[in-house]
């Protein structure tokens, strides 16, 4: 019999119980290779083939992660996205066919938390799975014991309690991770931060691979913050620039 849990957007999961994960691709060789290596990783697996029966299986299944292909049958992985995080927030990680940008930061702004490009291999997927899921249990428990203060600097605004951003008063809406991005260069503004330092903070991700993985969600960050928040350091990584005292 499965195990009953609670899902991350409420209550801590019951010890030993298994996450969830909706797996969303019309290509039969490569969904199957997808849900078979996460059975083997101890995670329970739901498949979907196009965006209609994927936001149905998502809002009856209630999963605790999302594996999502932008190009799907029905509708498109982008709608399936906004309209499942409508709902409901939840992880997910995006899979492309390209190597485009656009797509990448489309799929950001909507509310994807990471992304793949095919070919890609299982076993790091896998690890980027499981690094998706501890960040959002970190993401809890700081909720639960959340710092005190609004954090300051010039015109941006940077409430921890509440995880709300404001920029020249206005609200601002980031993703999850956009969020903790934001924060850990918050943390010491105008130092500058290695990817592979962004990475291991934000992702728990120690693989330089995935570099490109900050370089997107830089790039959308900036879109909502302002460019010139973010100052880069050709060849190393980022800083958040603050007014001159």
């Known amino acids: ?15 030993g119980a298994q996450r ?3 797996v969303v691709e019309d290509d039969p060789t490569i969904v199957d290779a997808i849900a078979t290596r996460l059975r083997a990783e101890g ?36 709608e399936v996205c906004r309209r499942v995080q409508a709902a409901r927030p939840v992880p ?20 994807a938390d990471d992304y793949m490009t095919k ?11 499981h690094v998706l899921l501890r960040r959002v249990e970190r993401a809890a428990l700081a909720a639960a014991t959340p710092r005190s203060g609004i954090l300051r600097l010039g015109e941006l605004e940077i409430d921890h309690a509440q ?17 903790d991005l934001l924060v850990c260069l918050a943390n010491t503004p105008r ?28 790039k959308a960050l900036r879109r909502k913050i302002g460019a010139e928040r973010i100052r880069t350091v050709h060849g190393v990584g980022y800083a958040l620039e603050t007014p001159t005292p």
């Open 191 to 218: 130092a500058v931060l290695s990817r592979e330092q962004l990475l291991a903070e934000v992702w728990d991700w120690a693989d330089a691979s995935g570099t490109r993985t900050v370089d997107s969600h830089i």
């Open 119 to 129: 070919p890609f291999s299982m076993r790091e997927l896998a690890a980027r799975v």
């Open 163 to 179: 995880r709300r951003v404001r920029v020249r008063s206005e609200d601002v809406h980031l993703t999850p991770t956009e969020f």
């Open 43 to 78: 995670f329970l697996v739901q498949t979907a083939v196009d965006g209609p029966s994927a936001v149905d299986t998502a809002e009856a299944w209630q999963p605790d992660l999302l594996i999502l292909d932008i190009m799907l049958p029905g509708f498109d992985g982008l």
């Open 92 to 111: 997910v990680l995006m899979l492309t066919a390209r190597d485009d940008e656009t797509d990448m930061l489309v799929g950001l702004g909507v509310g």
């Open 20 to 22: 969830r994960v909706l």
């Open 1 to 15: 019999m499965e195990q009953t849990h609670t899902s991350h957007n409420g209550t801590t999961a019951t010890p």
